[in-house]
């Protein structure tokens, strides 16, 4: 009996539990809701260089120990989650957020939120915006993970964003995938018929 016992808990120390609302955004690109420890074994096969925290809360004693016992780097963008129609998502974090997502130095990189829902869904719609996704496809992903609890102040910020705004902040280097699924990515230098400097990225 005690050794049926010990078999069962050794099989349940190699289930990987992934977090809720886990999913693949592109190759090396993960969302999903707030990691609990459970999770941690899970995330260790992503070999993830970096997070990207979407919440004002300070980021978990337990879930930052595991980042520096995995050098993983934290980046935090502290968006309030109000439910309110006249709160608005902060494009200027949103921006700010973009930057460190596209830049593939981050890759592999995990997006998260408390429940991987609305302020992840907004910056995944964003991101697929500057992919040149179609509005009714980028909005489908968001109710996808959103479920009921959709909102419309959401949505309406998603469709208004402008992503011509990050590319001129990027001085025109966008991400671009070459193929769906595709392994093989690089920064492409385009023209917005701007006349701006080259510069280095640091």
Same mark, same amino acid.
């Given at each position: 009996?005690?050794?049926?016992?010990?078999?069962?808990?050794?099989?349940?120390?190699?289930?990987?539990?992934?977090?809720?609302?886990?999913?693949?955004?592109?190759?090396?690109?993960?969302?999903?809701?707030?990691?609990?420890?459970?999770?941690?074994?899970?995330?260790?096969?992503?070999? !993830? =260089?970096?997070?990207?925290?979407? %919440?004002?809360?300070?980021?978990? #004693? *337990?879930?930052?120990? /595991?980042?520096?016992?995995?050098?993983?780097?934290?980046?935090?963008?502290?968006?309030?989650?109000?439910?309110?129609?006249?709160?608005?998502?902060?494009?200027?974090?949103?921006?700010?957020?973009?930057?460190?997502?596209?830049?593939?130095?981050?890759?592999?990189?995990?997006?998260?939120?408390?429940?991987?829902?609305?302020?992840?869904?907004?910056?995944?719609?964003? !991101? =697929?915006?500057?992919?040149?996704? %179609?509005?009714?496809?980028?909005? #489908? *992903?968001?109710?996808? /993970?959103?479920?009921?609890?959709?909102?419309?102040?959401?949505?309406?910020?998603?469709?208004?964003?402008?992503?011509?705004?990050?590319?001129?902040?990027?001085?025109?280097?966008?991400?671009?995938?070459?193929?769906?699924?595709?392994?093989?990515?690089?920064?492409?230098?385009?023209?917005?018929?701007?006349?701006?400097?080259?510069?280095?990225?640091?």
């Amino acid at each position: 009996m005690g050794c049926i016992i010990l078999e069962e808990q050794a099989a349940d120390d190699d289930v990987l539990v992934p977090p809720t609302n886990f999913s693949m955004v592109e190759d090396g690109i993960f969302r999903s809701g707030l990691p609990q420890p459970v999770n941690f074994r899970f995330l260790q096969t992503l070999n !993830l =260089r970096s997070i990207i925290y979407l %919440c004002p809360k300070p980021y978990p #004693e *337990e879930n930052l120990k /595991f980042l520096q016992s995995n050098n993983i780097r934290l980046f935090q963008f502290g968006i309030e989650g109000k439910t309110e129609s006249s709160v608005s998502i902060p494009r200027d974090t949103i921006m700010d957020a973009l930057r460190i997502l596209i830049d593939v130095r981050n890759h592999p990189v995990l997006i998260h939120c408390k429940r991987g829902k609305h302020r992840t869904g907004c910056l995944v719609g964003c !991101l =697929r915006k500057l992919q040149s996704w %179609c509005l009714s496809s980028v909005l #489908e *992903e968001y109710q996808r /993970f959103a479920g009921v609890k959709s909102r419309i102040t959401d949505m309406r910020f998603i469709e208004t964003f402008e992503v011509i705004c990050l590319r001129q902040c990027l001085y025109s280097i966008i991400y671009r995938y070459h193929g769906y699924g595709s392994k093989k990515r690089r920064l492409l230098y385009r023209e917005e018929k701007l006349q701006k400097p080259q510069i280095t990225l640091v």
